[in-house]
């Protein structure tokens, strides 16, 4: 049973112009679908290759002669919870549960924004910008290049945004402030948050 390429959640065109189809189509059809390759071609024939990608994370992480396995295997999983944190006319300020939550424990939508803004701009080199729920309460984290909180010990993920250069570069060069900022305020699926909240 070979690990596949999730599909979109939408069409390459409907995040458009805040995310162009041309990054989806390079940042969806070659990166991801790259992991995919990857992860197959290293696990083929092994037992690895008959588990879930989580349990294929949770057997390789932090295992130095499986760095390969570990990095396209979570790869795969990070880029998958990204496309789905996002949707066509998303993001601003979420109301429901999410809304309560986030006043609760950032003290309100703005100061959740800057907290989320502050920490993903400022994930240095390549890596994840994330929302969590750790112990009850919303938190912000950062990951680096592979890693995710989920198998890190920071959190349940509920929403994610891919600071890769090759997820903003096409269409905002080098102003990540820009693209995360356009992340929140145009795409964020407060939605898919609430449906991992449990």
Not at 37 to 42: A, D, G, S, T, Y
Not at 67 to 81: D, P, S
Not at 169 to 176: I, K, L
């Amino acid at each position: 049973m070979a690990f596949e390429l999730p599909k979109l959640p939408y069409a390459d065109t409907d995040l458009d112009p805040v995310i162009s189809a041309e990054t989806i189509g390079f940042h969806h059809g070659k990166h991801h679908n790259a992991y995919v390759v990857n992860l197959n071609n290293l696990t083929k024939d092994s037992p690895l290759a008959e588990q879930s990608l989580e349990s294929v994370i949770a057997e390789t992480h932090g295992k130095a002669d499986k760095v390969g396995i570990y990095n396209n295997a979570a790869q795969i999983w990070n880029h998958t919870f990204y496309w789905n944190s996002m949707k066509k006319g998303g993001g601003g300020a979420p109301s429901g549960r999410v809304g309560e939550l986030i006043a609760r424990d950032f003290g309100s939508y703005d100061a959740f924004r800057t907290a989320f803004t502050t920490t993903s701009v400022g994930q240095f080199g390549s890596g994840w910008g994330w929302l969590v729920i750790d112990g009850g309460k919303l938190k912000v984290v950062k990951t680096g290049n592979a890693d995710g909180p989920g198998w890190m010990g920071l959190g349940k993920p509920l929403m994610v945004v891919d600071v890769w250069e090759h997820a903003y570069y096409v269409d905002y060069r080098n102003r990540r402030p820009d693209y995360v900022a356009a992340f929140l305020d145009k795409l964020v699926s407060w939605d898919f948050v609430e449906s991992q909240l449990g």
